[in-house]
């Protein structure tokens, strides 16, 4: 069984900064990627960031230069640091990892930017 332990998130004033953090752990194989989705109130889930095992990095263009993510490899660990945050990017913000065989999600994380 697999496990997405997150934590982080909260609330801040605009033009603040956030981080994330997402630990994995049980029985997860060969990890193909990490990442983080958002889903705010009326709205689809949406990708965040992501970064796969070899390194490159996928953003959305709404936090593109704004947000990086990393990776703790040895650790199955992987970290959002969300700096310059807007209103737009009040959500919950959802860990998600992707293995050989399976795909898995965090139970998620408030993030509220305060305008």
């Known amino acids: 069984q697999v496990q997405l332990m997150e934590s982080g998130g909260g609330l801040v004033q605009a033009g603040g900064s956030l981080s994330l953090s997402c630990a994995a752990s049980?029985?997860?194989?060969?990890?193909?990627?990490m990442g983080w989705y958002r889903q705010a109130p009326g709205k689809q889930r949406e990708l965040v960031a992501r970064?796969?095992?070899?390194?490159?990095?996928n953003y959305a263009d709404s936090v593109k230069g704004r947000f990086r993510i990393s990776r703790d490899n040895g650790e199955n660990t992987v970290y959002l640091e969300m700096n310059s945050l807007e209103s737009e990017d009040t959500a919950v913000y959802y860990c998600?990892?992707?293995?050989?065989?399976?795909?898995?999600w965090g139970q998620g994380t408030q993030v509220t930017v305060s305008s």
């Open positions: 998600h990892v992707r293995d050989q065989y399976n795909e898995y």
């Open positions: 970064m796969f095992s070899g390194g490159v990095r």
């Open positions: 049980g029985m997860i194989s060969s990890v193909n990627a």
